[in-house]
């Protein structure tokens, strides 16, 4: 029962919190109203769930809307707005937000080569800004259940192309179980049992019984 030496953090092929940072765009009302991919109270369950991973896990995050300070959309969904207070938010009118350059600015500030994203819709506001990142040569990971398209098939279509463009498919539990990696890891424990719980997962519930 002995843990492996800790990898370098920051050059683990694997996400860890020391390589990678958390890209969410574009969850508010009139886009998370529009998503026919999945149910959308799931949907905001899971975007809530990765998001306060990236901050148990100490995660840069860059937070974008689109068109609230134009008066055309309006602010983030008050579940995404409660859990990232105090959290810069980027406004930007372009649909691609690689095309906005104070969001560009602050992805590449983080200095992390390793970008979980999430965006709505996935067929625009995802992929758009996913392969541009893959083309100037990030690593990008879609946390798939987090994201929505509206429809079925925009939804499939958008993260074939962004696979397709080299990125990579990971889910909201995988991005838990990755960030953490080893129940050792005693200091962050709390937060992924409790990451589990309010997700509904049953592997965490279950083992925060048998430990009760």
């Known amino acids: 029962m002995t843990s492996e030496t800790i ?8 996400l860890t919190p020391a390589n990678s940072a958390f890209l969410i765009i574009d969850y508010q009302p009139a886009q998370i109203n529009s998503i026919a991919s999945m149910d959308r109270q799931l949907l905001i369950n899971n975007i809530v769930g990765a998001s306060k991973a990236a901050l148990a896990y100490g995660l840069p995050i860059v937070h974008s809307t689109v068109n609230v300070k134009t008066g055309l959309n309006k602010p983030p969904i008050p579940q995404v707005l409660k859990v990232l207070e105090g959290v810069p938010t980027y406004d930007r009118t372009t649909i691609n937000a690689w095309e906005d350059v104070e969001f560009q600015a602050a992805v590449k500030a983080t200095g992390r080569t390793k970008l979980v994203m999430t965006a709505l819709w996935t067929e625009a506001c995802l992929t758009f800004p996913a392969l541009d990142a893959l083309k100037e040569g990030f690593e990008v990971y879609v946390v798939v259940d ?4 509206t429809s079925g098939a925009a939804h499939d279509a958008a993260l074939r192309r962004i696979e397709q463009a080299g990125g990579k498919m990971i889910s909201v539990v995988q991005l838990f179980c ?4 080893d129940w050792a890891r005693s200091e962050t424990v709390p937060a992924f049992m409790e990451l589990f719980i309010e997700t509904g997962g049953t592997a ?4 925060s019984l048998d430990k009760s």
């Open 204 to 207: 965490g519930i279950q083992f």
């Open 178 to 181: 990755e960030l953490q990696r």
């Open 146 to 149: 987090a994201v929505g398209g």
């Open 7 to 14: 990898r370098d953090a920051g050059k683990d092929q694997l």
